[in-house]
């Protein structure tokens, strides 16, 4: 027992003592010394190993073979395990009344080292406790669980195909809200302005009074209120302005969102491709786990030494299980083992394991990168079907899904590579940037750590800024079926073309869905905290019974925000898609007019460059229409799938 106060107890995870099963736990002191030379023997054999006979073996040999406990206390079960008996008494730790004892060595010890030894083994077990608790709540709970998931998948599918019809309101609702706060402000801060205009002591400026660590002094002075106000106006006009400049691109926006709505409306299936994406990660973190465990146990088992205490000269040595009890440190270091420590060795091979852990880590952030590139490759493909189909829903391909990973599979294997290669290079040299910073965290060099932290910013914006290009990328490649490179070029060219209206769009996205995840997860964790605490009349007498609660609640939440998260993400693709295909209508002269009348009435009105400028009737507009062999082929037949080409 006392052993495991040890540090090598934090270390391994275990006390280095030998563990039995007995059938009850000791009700008495006692020592191996005093048992040996008087009759309690019959009471203390119960806790040796079985069948070991006591003439066998010198005290000395006993204990160092671990035959038998040095000493027994008074315990009691707990955690199936014994523990001494803790009492307080007058203030006082006892156990048995006694607030000292003898040790194996037969020397005087405190009852403190008794409870330093079992905290130290409660610490570790309690863990152990925890986890069979938590998995028990799971077994017990898992259907409620799924239930709860799948109302999630259902409103998140409600929420997508209601954005049609209230996504407009929603946002004007916001800007509304956000005006009248700030016109409320607005007349609250001229209100107390006036108030303590007229008072003397509200007309102290703030050089008069200084710096001051109360600020509700700074409420006192009209001065104050008048800065406020003057924020508040500036913020009210700036708000204004924008939304009169931007009009015409929050009506770009509001219109992509219903169409998106209206496309997942078409094609259900593209809300569970990422199903499809999550097994392919699973496969490539399954891969990249058993080549980084295959490498860290290749090479020899090395065994260390983990002494009993602190003091053994030999602690972390290498030994060899076979001979370690022929050897001194069983004699220096009584008590002490031979354990497992790690895999190794001195070759060539496993000098240079690092560098083939860093290659592991590589080629895993390619393959994930490369897994993301064709989900999105895959659904850019479908939403873009949609968008070319001149009749909605009689032209959409049968399987668009399917049709477009096939063909992205096919077609554009090396592109999708290519662009998850130049992502994975910059996330390796994050990696590597902040594992330098973390290991000169303590360094007194500030010039070093500046310069690190300067690059890890930069190759962050860099990260983030790829990213969004490969995005845009891979839907030009599923559309057009054109290389990486030139997909790029012409995306960023369309997106800049478009600046204004991209940065609309995506913060009007962002917003929207930021608040449909919000609205959701919390609504279902809500409905699962009153659930799980049995505050739901209606629902008391089937909930489980839990050890802890908050298992299940912190799934659901966890689980409706990752279900959110996947699908929300794909409308997020879908609308980016059909925003990179109109604006190619907006843009090219030669394209054909393939999108509904929402959109159009966009291409007609707005000021562009090309020939839409020159458009005045739908007559006019119908006689500009290409052939059905001219770019983008005919609408009725332009499905991805007849546009695209092999790299």
Known sequence: MLKCASPAVLINLQCPTTQLCVSKCPDRFATLLEVSKNSNWDYYKQFCKPGFVMSSKSITEVIRDEDCPPMIVPSRPLLQRCFPEFKSKGGVLTVANQTTFKDGDNNTRSVIDLKDAAMRIASLLNAKEVGMKILEDYANSWIWILIALAITMVLSLSFILLLRYIACVILWFVICGVLSAAGYGIWHCFKEYSVLKTKPEGNVTFSDIGFQADLSIYLEHSQTWLIFMIL?????????????????????????????????FYILCTLFYPIITFFLLAICIGYSTVTAVSLASSGKAIYKVTPADDQCMYANLTCSPKTFNQTNITKACPGAQCMFGFYGGESVYHRYILVLHLCNLFVFLWLVNFVLALGKCTLAGAFASYYWAKKKPKDIPSCPVYSSFTRAIRYHTGSLAFGSLILAMVQM??????????????????LTRFL????????????????????????????????????????FDLLMRNIVRVVVLDNVISFLLFLGKLVISGGVGVLAFFFFSKRIPLFQEVVPQLNFSWVPLLTVIIGSFMITSGFFNVYAMCVDTLFLCFSFHFLS??????CTARLSSFLLFSPCPGIWSQVKTWRGMMALLPGPTTHLQACSRSSAKERSVPN
């Open 232 to 264: 508040l106006i500036v913020i009210e006009a700036i708000i204004v302005i924008i939304l009169i400049f931007l009009r015409s691109s929050l009506g770009v926006a509001f219109t992509l969102m219903k169409e998106g709505s209206r496309a997942i």
């Open 452 to 491: 690190l932290h300067c690059l890890s910013c930069c190759f962050w914006c860099l990260e983030k800024f790829i990213k969004f290009l490969n995005t845009n990328a891979y839907i030009m490649i599923a559309i057009y079926g054109q290389n990486f490179c030139r997909s790029s070029r012409e995306a």
């Open 589 to 594: 002269p030669s394209g054909c007019f393939c």
């Open 429 to 446: 040299i994050r990696i590597v940037l902040e594992n330098l910073n973390h290991k000169l965290k303590g360094s007194q060099n500030a």
